[in-house]
């Protein structure tokens, strides 16, 4: 029998999603199942980096949505402001990610447990008072005045990525759909890549046990700073193909429906697990399409499915499966023997 080593299996399952995940258009899905299926793998672009920093290497940061953020607004206001193209911005969108994380990383650098769930926070929220209180006229029209972000309102109208253009009419749904795919995959096979090398180590050694890390050599700021990097970096990312693929951007995107949405992803699909992003994220869309006709229940029922993940199945529905397929393997070989 050829032995594959983990990384390896997960460099397949993912090739074998992405060719799943690509044909999908091809089979004559509604516009609105794509447009929705382009939000979920943004959102599991981003869970997938949170993962990396809270769920692999422990440190309690819940702001990762103002990296998300900071993505995003480049995206709008270079579009806005100067006529540049979401394609041209997209790498401005990771870099201002990259930078709002090393802003949260060495916030935090000498701070752990709840410390840093407050600062990382409060990173969020002040960004999210910032904006929403952006009223002053920065732009005219004839009719109207607007504030250089957008205010509470956000901002429109900053330019997309072209597909009507490209694909044809109606070829926007699918060349949203297949970018969002790729930023997923970009951010997959980064996590893959970094789980499974040393540095992926060394961040499970900095969470399992901090002393022990450092006794070992393993410098902690240095460490906690790269995760943050790298982190960022992908998180703007997937905000600025957010911006170009939904057309609007706006300070709602820190709020705490959201924060709870991803964070219900994680949590349910298995923190610190590879493919519990992947997971989670189907199994809250799950959720979410079938509860449209109760819009203020939302996130109590994401509320309610944490809380009965946790009890049921702390390690997510990854640790479920990882146990799982052992035991099935048992079975299977017993009754062959």
């Not at 929403?132 to 920065?138: I, N, P, S």
Request: glycine share 14%.
């Amino acid at each position: 029998m050829i032995s594959i080593s983990p990384q390896k299996q997960d460099y397949l399952i993912l090739a074998a999603m992405t060719l799943a995940l690509a044909l999908l258009p091809l089979t004559g899905r509604s516009n609105y199942f794509l447009g929705q299926g382009t939000l979920y793998l943004i959102w599991a672009a981003v869970v997938t980096q949170w993962n990396i920093v809270l769920g692999v290497a422990g440190i309690m940061s819940i702001g990762n949505l103002a990296l998300f953020a900071a993505g995003g607004y480049a995206v709008a206001l270079l579009g806005l402001y100067f006529d540049i193209s979401p394609w041209a911005s997209l790498p401005v969108g990771a870099l201002a990610g990259l930078g709002m994380a090393l802003l949260m990383g060495l916030s935090t650098l000498r701070l752990r447990g709840a410390y840093t769930v407050v600062v990382t926070l409060s990173i969020s929220m002040v960004m999210y008072q910032l904006i929403v209180t952006d009223v002053g006229c920065f732009r005219r029209t004839a009719s109207a005045c607007y504030s250089l972000t957008g205010g509470s309102r956000g901002l429109t109208r900053f330019g997309d990525f072209g597909f009507n253009a490209m694909l044809g009419y109606g070829g926007a749904a699918w060349g949203n759909f297949l970018l969002a795919l790729a930023v997923l995959v970009l951010c997959m096979a980064a996590a893959i890549t970094v789980i499974h090398s040393p540095y992926g180590r060394a961040f499970q050694a900095l969470r399992d046990n901090e002393q022990a890390a450092r006794a070992r050599g393993i410098r902690i700021e240095k460490f906690q700073l790269i995760v943050f990097a790298a982190a960022g970096f992908f998180t703007g990312l997937a905000g600025a193909v957010y911006a170009g693929t939904q057309r609007t951007f706006g300070p709602q995107i820190l709020g705490f429906p959201t924060l709870l949405f991803l964070l219900s992803i994680m949590i349910v699909g298995g923190r610190g697990r590879i493919w519990g992003p992947v997971l989670g994220t189907i199994c809250l869309a799950f959720v979410q399409e079938n509860t449209t006709g109760l819009a203020e229940w939302q996130s109590s029922t994401y509320a309610l499915l944490l809380i009965v993940i946790l009890i049921m199945a702390p390690e997510g529905l990854a640790g479920g499966l990882s146990r799982l397929v052992p035991w099935l393997k048992g079975r299977v070989g017993g009754r062959t023997a």
